[in-house]
């Protein structure tokens, strides 16, 4: 199962308390597929959010029905309130599709309630691991101001986006995220999370280390071969004894120890030498050659 399946079922196996109920079941039905006085219901691949709204539905309005599935490659659970008088049960206590009744989110765990149930009707996110990110998709505009002040209410700041004509609220801060999903109450997928966080930095650091190593090798390889090429050019052009004797010495040294570092080299000497000092020697060596002509290669 996705990571998104996971914390979808999840969250329906919360045990909601009773005064959370008809807030979750409503943020299910106003964020489903319809809600009106012609249908109420939703559409959901996910069989555990079919079932959960069927028991909130039972259980908040005493509305009976069951998930018409179909399972195809992408399964699709329906739930539809088929009875015209559910529907208008449904309506009279929780008024209309575009103005957000509120009555029933005074409560701080009611409002977090509501929030998980928009999630599971209209929410998606991403693997963690790549790059987190929650999109709620919201075909209703009208009713975007009142997630956005419900999120901003719990601390949450989310963007908004417009994608194929629908409106997406999305979360894409790994930090956000998972103060989102310990809102809607799944703790333990939140710790799932900060686990692959920590597991996903470590990875990073790694890279980076191997990347710089990698790239200070390849700068060392790469000195070498222009002084052991400016000192050929030297010797080519006989020019080679007119260095002084310090620099003759470091010459030979770097030509008979072609990949040996800067420090290497130094241990390597049977005179006393610095890093900085060889350092030195060695540009003055290729200053010597390039006066001579020498353009970083063997010609
Ligand atoms: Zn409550």
Redesign the pocket.
């Known amino acids: 199962m996705s990571f998104c399946g996971k914390l979808k079922t999840e969250l329906c196996n919360l045990k909601t ?1 009773e ?2 109920r008809i ?1 979750e079941c409503y943020g299910i039905m106003l964020f489903g597929r319809f809600f009106s006085s012609d249908k109420i219901g939703i559409q959901t691949e996910n069989e555990a959010v079919a079932q959960n709204f069927c028991y909130l539905l039972r259980k908040c309005f005493g509305i009976y029905e069951t998930p018409v599935s179909s399972n195809g490659k992408r399964p699709v659970h329906k739930v539809y309130v088929n009875n015209s008088d559910d529907r208008k049960k449904i309506l009279e206590n929780l008024g209309n599709e575009d103005i957000l009744y509120t009555d029933i989110l005074s ?1 701080e ?2 409002r977090a ?1 509501f929030i998980r149930g928009v999630f599971l009707s209209c929410g998606q996110c991403n693997e963690p691991e790549k790059n987190p990110r929650i999109d709620l998709i919201i075909k209703n505009e009208a009713l975007v101001p009142t997630v956005i002040g419900l999120l901003n209410d719990a601390e949450i700041e989310p963007n908004m986006t417009v994608r194929s004509g629908k409106n997406v609220i999305y979360l894409k801060k790994s930090e956000t995220v998972e103060d989102f999903i310990t809102i809607m109450g799944a703790g333990n997928i939140t710790l799932e999370l900060m686990d692959l966080k920590i597991i996903k930095e470590v990875r990073n650091n790694i890279n980076r280390r191997n990347n710089a190593e990698e790239a200070n090798t390849a700068k060392m390889i790469e000195a070498s071969i222009k002084q052991r090429n400016a000192i050929s050019y030297l010797i080519k052009k006989e020019k080679f004894d007119i260095l002084p004797e310090e620099l003759q010495e470091v010459a030979l040294l770097r030509m008979a120890n072609k990949e040996a570092t800067l420090s290497e080299l130094c241990k390597l000497s049977s005179f006393p030498l610095t890093r900085s000092g060889l350092n030195h020697r060695l540009k003055r060596i290729l200053e010597v050659a390039e006066k001579y002509g020498f353009k970083g290669e063997i010609k």
């Open positions: 308390p005064c959370c807030a409560k765990c009611c309630s």
